[in-house]
């Protein structure tokens, strides 16, 4: 494996993959006589350093995605990484309501919304008069139907 190594810099903390990234950062290994498809660099340092790589995500403990530092990568379930993912996220509203469980919802974009806003905004006049005014369309809608 001298190959990989040789495109790797040791610097003091980080062994930074000198060759080619991939889109997300991630140093690329393709080498045709060893692996016939390019390994992430990470991955397959680890590998070398404990003889497998684990199923699912290999986290950088040094959030350096080029690093391939075996002591700096730590294999996490998909969970546990979503779980961190998220933590990651801010964690109140734009109007400061925490994002507990109970009061986020997933807007069908996929983005988080906060309840409470949401219940907020249904109390103001403009939403009950909205509201109003939808209720009398549909049954005037109703009336010409049955009419
Ligand atoms: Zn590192
Ligand atoms: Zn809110």
């Not at 919304?113 to 109003?132: I, M, N, Y």
């Amino acid at each position: 494996m001298e190959l990989f190594w040789k495109k790797v810099q040791f610097t003091g903390t980080c062994w930074i993959w000198t060759a080619y990234l991939d889109r997300d950062g991630y140093g690329l290994f393709r080498s045709n006589r060893l692996t016939p498809k390019s390994w992430r660099a990470h991955r397959l340092a680890y590998a070398l350093e404990h003889g497998s790589v684990p199923p699912g995500h290999l986290d950088h403990l040094c959030r350096n995605r080029a690093c391939v530092r075996p002591s700096h990568l730590e294999p996490v379930t998909p969970k546990v990484n979503a779980e961190r993912g998220m933590k990651a996220q801010q964690t109140h509203c734009k109007n400061g309501h925490e994002f507990t469980e109970e009061n986020t919802y997933r807007k069908p974009n996929g983005t988080r919304a906060c309840r409470t806003c949401h219940r907020d905004r249904e109390k103001l006049p403009e939403a009950l008069q909205r509201r109003a005014e939808a209720q009398l369309r549909y049954s005037a809608r109703l009336k010409e139907r049955q009419g």
